[in-house]
């Protein structure tokens, strides 16, 4: 009797110093979900997009500095986003170049200078995605060259291409800075020497750079013949620009409202048509995708006239409504009609 009183003491004292211990554990839970809950009351969170045209019709169309992630589940980077007042959605991309520095290589060393320009330290599979979506780009630049020679004053772009400092093959200047062409009506004009010898030129120069915007941005620029006291070179790689406008209706004319939610990356919001067919014009994206909530019931043909000939190219489909052009133009145009005969409807234009 005494043996069984003992056990059942012992059971009964365990029971309560089991219910102890999981009163404490449940305590520490609650202790942790209200820290948690703190934490993120007091935690600020930032929206992050996956475009500049994305965040600004998120945000009112407000000019600022927004999060944008190139890549999903990638690295976020901070990009200011303006809306113009010419309805177009423009994304400015830093770089990391040391400034209007002095470039001089050693006393008569022949050896070049080579700057290599990083964009907010991405990689080029996140710059290529953020280009993909940013429209189309321009790049300013500065250079001061002192008794230096044209020839040995390179530069190299995104796409891969090199030229030298008067030998630009873009169809806009031969020069590295299409002012130069411009305020002489002339596409050939070489960069302006003001140097006294062949061999001691020099340039002076400020403005865009002569190159299509496909082969933005500027990446490197290598400089030789400056390894004498009095020779040196000197420049300033202003910010990459992008453009990318709203979508706009060619044809037929006529008021069509807001567009704007044909760039919200949103498939709940949609843009009605009552006509049976339409030409929009977008601004020049390799890759997008037409959606709509009737797509079987659609016909859509996209299409360009390339810069070089002005020969009109055919986008390829490479799925339903799914396009990717192949040739470069600075706007696309999409012919949409009706198979029914009925309004068209469309819900977003994704580029990617």
């Known amino acids: 009797m005494k043996i069984v009183c003992v056990v059942f003491l012992l059971q009964t004292l365990l029971q309560i110093l089991t219910r102890k211990s999981r009163f404490e554990v449940q305590m520490d839970y609650l202790f942790q979900i209200i820290l948690l809950l703190q934490l993120v009351k007091d935690q600020k969170f930032e929206a992050v997009f996956k475009s500049c045209s994305q965040a600004l019709i998120a945000n009112d169309l407000l000019n600022s500095t927004f999060k944008i992630q190139p890549i999903d589940n990638g690295r976020k980077f901070d990009i200011k986003c303006y809306f113009s007042e010419k309805n177009e959605f423009i994304s400015e991309i830093d770089n990391d170049v040391d400034q209007n520095k002095v470039l001089r290589a050693p006393l008569q060393s022949k050896k070049f200078i080579t700057t290599n320009i990083k964009y907010q330290d991405m990689t080029n599979s996140e ?80 403005g865009e750079i002569s190159v299509v915007p496909n082969r933005l941005p500027l990446i490197k620029t290598v400089y030789g013949d ?126 990617y």
């Not at 055919?314 to 052009?325: A, D, L, T």
């Open 127 to 206: 710059l290529e995605s953020i280009l993909n979506l940013s429209g189309l780009c321009s790049q300013n630049m500065q250079l001061v060259a002192q008794n230096s020679q044209a020839k040995f004053l390179m530069f190299e772009f995104f796409d891969g291409t090199n030229y030298t400092l008067s030998n630009f093959e873009d169809g806009i200047c031969k020069c590295l800075i299409s002012k130069v062409c411009l305020e002489n009506n002339d596409k050939g004009k070489v960069c302006t020497d003001t140097g006294t010898q062949i061999h001691n030129q020099v340039y002076n120069l400020k």
């Open 226 to 351: 400056i390894d004498d006291p009095i020779e040196f070179a000197k420049h300033v790689i202003n910010p990459l620009v992008c453009v990318s406008s709203v979508v706009k209706v060619s044809l037929p004319s006529g008021c069509f409202g807001n567009l704007l939610p044909l760039h919200d990356n949103d498939l709940s919001t949609c843009v009605t048509f009552k006509i049976t067919s339409v030409t929009l014009e977008i601004s020049f994206f390799k890759q997008f995708k037409i959606h709509s909530k009737l797509e079987s019931l659609l016909s859509i043909v996209s299409y360009l006239k390339t810069e070089d000939s002005g020969i009109i190219r055919m986008c390829n489909e490479i799925e339903k409504h799914n396009f990717e052009c192949e040739f470069y133009s600075r706007k696309i145009l999409i012919f949409i009609q009706s198979l029914s005969e009925s309004a068209i409807q469309l819900c977003e234009i994704e580029p």
